[in-house]
């Protein structure tokens, strides 16, 4: 009976890991993705701590230093949104943001991908460090790497 539960366990840890469930935020990267737009949107509420207040000038401060040809292009987007504002609420819903936050949405191939950049948090007292891995990450966004 033990060995009967055992396989069965097994063929149940086989299936679920062996499925693989269609997330549009996780694209493979692919040479037919095209890349139209990417936004990248710093979320807050009306009163900002220091860290929140850093997050959005290391972002600004990246966009503005490496991608300034995208901006005028209108291809990257840089906005810091009130989430306290109402007429905020409809781009604030889009990305589910439901605090302070940095968020990149990538639009690829007609579809809308988007992910929060939980790794600014850790890197709001070295801008060296915040720069080059926000930088990273947008590259790689632009060649279609949604990973």
């Known amino acids: 009976m033990v060995k009967v539960k055992l396989c069965i366990l097994l063929i149940i840890v086989f299936l679920v890991g062996c499925s693989t469930p269609n997330i549009v935020s996780e694209s493979p990267i692919s040479e037919n993705n095209i890349v139209e737009k990417i936004e990248v949107y ?60 940095l968020w990149i949405g990538t639009y690829v191939n007609g579809e809308f991908h988007k992910k929060e950049n939980t790794n600014v948090w850790y890197k709001v007292n070295d801008e060296e460090a915040f720069v080059s891995s926000l930088k990273t990450l947008l590259d790689k966004r632009l060649s279609g790497d949604l990973k």
């Open 42 to 101: 710093h979320f807050h509420g009306e009163n900002q701590c220091f860290s929140c207040r850093t997050i959005k000038e290391f972002a600004e401060k990246t966009v503005n230093t490496h991608y300034q040809d995208l901006l005028e292009s209108g291809k990257m987007e840089f906005r810091s949104i009130n989430l306290d504002k109402f007429e905020n609420k409809d781009v604030t819903a889009k990305y589910g943001a439901t605090g302070s936050s």
